[in-house]
């Protein structure tokens, strides 16, 4: 009886603690697939081409409760985080940090304020890059999609798909993309 009480309880706690994911000294959640660069992000993204990546920057805030769900439910899931290890190049910055950025156009500021120069309103905000920024566009103007918040596990790899395969290039929008994906998985079911 006591050790089924125990074995109950300590699975309890692997369960609740199985999904989490470690958090750093500002508070924000540290997966292993994020990078530690300078937070020069014309030289990030050399570095992601160099590595045949996708560049995405993922904006978060200690305490926020749609971060902690991303990353406790959402990026955890294999098929997620195996399509973010494969395929993207992530770089975190704390909306309201102090630590120098270097935006795409070369204007060097603290995180804080060139979330704010960027328009961020929301954590998380991931914020997803070409493969080669023209001279002279900040990282609002470059971006090819923006994610203002937490979405689904099939909302955010259906994201993640669009923007990897380039489909923003196509004549076919994000949300018409996505209802043709719902309708798809529903046929199949």
Not at 30 to 43: Q, Y
């Amino acid at each position: 009886m006591i050790r089924t009480v125990l074995f109950s309880i300590l699975t309890a706690c692997w369960a609740v603690t199985a999904g989490a994911t470690e958090l750093g000294d500002d508070g924000l959640h540290k997966p292993d697939w994020l990078r530690e660069t300078f937070l020069d992000l014309r030289e990030d993204l050399a570095e992601a081409e160099s590595q045949g990546l996708r560049m995405m920057v993922i904006i978060e805030q200690r305490g926020c409760i749609y971060c902690t769900r991303m990353h406790e439910e959402v990026f955890p899931d294999p098929a997620i985080d195996a399509y973010i290890r494969e395929n993207f190049f992530v770089v975190q910055l704390n909306m309201f940090g102090d630590l120098e950025v270097t935006d795409f156009d070369g204007e060097v500021m603290a995180e804080k304020d060139i979330v704010r120069r960027w328009g961020a309103l929301f954590t998380p905000t991931i914020m997803f890059f070409p493969h080669e920024v023209d001279q002279g566009l900040t990282a609002a103007e470059a971006s090819v999609a923006t994610m203002p918040g937490a979405f689904e596990k099939g909302t955010t790899l259906s994201l993640l798909t669009w923007v990897n395969e380039e489909l923003y290039l196509t004549d076919e929008p994000f949300q018409k993309y996505l209802a043709r994906v719902l309708a798809e998985r529903t046929a199949s079911d």
